[in-house]
C-alpha cells in the first residue's frame, strides 16, 4: 500500500449525533458562497429544525453526485424507489 492509502482521519462523533434524527422536509438556500440545508421533521402544528449543514457550491454538486451514486447503488441492490406522491399539505396547510 502507498502512503496516500495508509492514511486515516479519524472521526469524533458525540453520541446523540451518533443516533441520528428523522427529517421528513429538507429546505435549501443559497448565496453565491454557499449552500444552506436545514433539514427539519414537521408534524403539525410545529416542527422541529434538526440540522442545518452549510456548504461551498463545490462541495454541494460533489454531495449530490455522491447522493445520485448511491440510490442507483441501492436500486441495483433492492429495486427501484418508487418517488413519493407530493403532500396534499405544506407544513399543514393545504396545497393550492
Do not use: C, W
Not at 414537521?42 to 449530490?64: D, V
Request: glycine content about 6%; cysteine-free.
Amino acid at each position: 500500500m502507498s502512503d496516500e492509502q495508509q492514511k486515516q482521519i479519524q472521526i469524533k462523533a458525540k453520541d446523540e449525533v451518533l443516533e441520528g434524527r428523522y427529517a421528513n422536509v429538507a429546505q435549501i438556500n443559497h448565496t453565491k458562497e454557499e449552500f444552506v440545508v436545514d433539514f427539519m421533521n414537521i408534524f403539525p402544528p410545529q416542527g422541529t429544525l434538526n440540522s442545518r449543514i452549510i456548504m461551498s457550491p463545490g462541495h454541494m454538486k460533489r454531495m449530490i453526485r455522491a447522493m445520485q451514486e448511491n440510490v442507483q447503488k441501492y436500486e441495483q441492490k433492492f429495486g427501484v424507489i418508487k418517488e413519493s406522491d407530493e403532500p396534499d399539505t405544506v407544513y399543514g396547510f393545504p396545497v393550492k
